[in-house]
């Protein structure tokens, strides 16, 4: 089955740049988005197709793909962004979402 | 605003079928958009169940496909998940969503979902 790939684990300091990937075979065919989701609650979408930030999503968050990964970028990391994120893309072999596996970000 | 919100047992046993409803507002299912299920075990990450949309057409994910029936109710604005068989596996956090597609002529990709219902936890057990 298709699996979308990212690291287990990210940590930063606060006000550095945090990068968290996301690499899959087919994945320059597919839009990626990327969620946040802190413990308890529901995930909140912060890129969609690629690149595109939805309404009040902070600047700081940033996409981008290159081939067969994606790249979410969270520039001058605050400790609210400590977090769980998570990679999605759409499998067209088997028309099925994929999710990755998801990266925990430490901001310290 | 666009609200999700699940409900449904939050006990469910063994061999028997997990049953859930989502109702939308703020938004009528029926202008579009693609609405799904998306699970999650305690600790673990995220996992697709499935997507409908308001005509009834859905995707299922391969895993679990045997199992699944989705089904939506555009009078009520509500959509609904049903899976049968459960087994202590089946336990997790179970989330809706409304997602956007891309494509045409009849040839969809289920996109991001946003907007999510709160979640429910559905626990399988004796």
């Known amino acids: 089955s298709y699996e979308l790939t990212q690291p287990p684990s990210v940590s930063v300091s606060p006000g550095q740049t945090a990068s968290i990937t996301c690499s899959g075979d087919k994945l320059g065919d597919e839009y990626v988005c990327w969620y946040q989701q802190k413990p308890g609650q529901s995930p909140v979408l912060v890129i969609y197709?690629?690149?595109k930030r939805p309404s009040g999503i902070p600047e700081r968050f940033s996409g981008s793909k290159s081939g067969n990964t994606a790249t979410l970028t969270i520039s001058g990391a605050q400790a609210m962004d400590e977090a769980a994120y998570y990679c999605q893309a759409w499998d067209s072999s088997t028309t099925s979402v994929v999710f990755g596996g998801g990266t925990k970000l430490t901001v310290l | 605003q666009v609200q999700l919100q699940e409900s449904g047992p939050g006990l469910v046993k063994p061999s028997e079928t997990l049953s859930l409803n989502c109702a939308v507002s703020g938004y009528s299912i029926s202008s579009g958009y693609y609405w799904g299920w998306i699970r999650q075990p305690p600790g673990k990450g995220l996992e697709w169940i499935g997507s409908i949309f308001h005509s009834g057409n859905t995707y299922y994910n391969p895993s679990l496909k045997s199992r699944v029936t989705m089904s939506v109710d555009t009078s009520k604005n509500q959509f609904s998940l049903k899976l049968s068989s459960v087994t202590a596996a089946d336990t997790a956090a179970y989330y809706c969503?409304?997602?956007?597609?891309?494509?045409?002529?009849?040839?969809?990709?289920?996109?991001?979902?946003?907007?999510w219902g709160q979640g429910t936890l559905v626990t399988v057990s004796s």
């Open positions: 197709q690629d690149y």
């Open positions: 969503a409304r997602q956007g597609y891309y494509g045409s002529g009849g040839y969809y990709s289920v996109g991001y979902s946003d907007y």
